[in-house]
């Protein structure tokens, strides 16, 4: 059974600051990884992609994987509060996605 | 260039009845995924089509059906409808070619089931 593990949260920073999300997955022959920010009732929406190991920065969205590790992560900086949303890691293993259960982000005005 | 379309947006049905769900994919996109998603179990796998041919499948009951017509369209099934079936239910598509590559997700369509 592949896993994919994030924190539910719910995780609350104030605005400007750095919100981290994290999310730790069982197989260690994944190849991609993937970011999805999900608003309340809405469906999820692609945010970030990254494939090897290191940093990969879009903006003020810097996801950052340890394939080692198994640990792949989600750096906020100067949080709005428009980025309060649910956000989920996808781990893609053997062709297939597999997705965390989220973690809900709040920035506090 | 359009998004993924779900119809319908919203549907009530009744135990035991069936339902049948449809997508279009983003133009060029051949294969179309399609997940389930509760509040307590998150994003479930139903199964994924290519070219018209399930190549993925997820552990669900029989209930759960799907198709890909030859324009990339799919439509997903589900008979005898259960209370736990009340859930969004997503379609995501992609290029397809490798089976990893970007998946974007349609609006869902929110069933309820009575």
């Known amino acids: 059974q592949k896993e994919v593990e994030q924190n539910s949260g719910p995780l609350s920073v104030p605005e400007g600051a750095i919100a981290s999300l994290n999310c730790t997955y069982s197989d260690r022959v994944s190849q991609s990884f993937f970011w999805y920010r999900q608003y309340s009732g809405k469906s999820p929406e692609l945010i970030m992609s990254?494939?090897?190991?290191g940093d990969k920065e879009d903006g003020r969205f810097t996801a950052q994987l340890n394939k080692a590790s198994q640990y792949v992560s989600l750096l906020i900086r100067d949080s709005q509060p428009s980025d309060s949303a649910t956000y989920l890691c996808?781990?893609?293993?053997?062709?297939?996605?597999?997705f965390g259960t989220g973690t809900s982000l709040t920035v506090i005005p | 260039k359009a998004g993924v379309t779900q119809t319908p947006r919203y549907l009530i049905k009744t135990r035991g009845q069936q339902v049948t769900l449809s997508c279009s994919p983003i133009s060029g996109h051949r294969s179309v995924s399609w997940y389930q998603q509760t509040p307590g179990q998150g994003l479930q796998f139903l199964f994924e089509y290519f070219s018209e041919t399930q190549r993925n499948k997820g552990n669900f009951p029989g209930r759960f059906s799907g198709r890909q017509f030859s324009n990339s369209r799919s439509e997903m099934n589900v008979s005898t409808l259960e209370l736990g079936d009340s859930a969004l239910y997503l379609c995501?598509?992609?290029?397809?070619?490798?089976?990893?590559?970007?998946?974007?997700f349609g609006s869902g369509t929110q069933l309820s089931v009575l």
């Open positions: 996808a781990v893609v293993a053997g062709n297939q996605f597999y």
């Open positions: 995501a598509s992609s290029l397809g070619f490798t089976g990893g590559e970007k998946l974007f």
């Open positions: 990254i494939y090897s190991n």
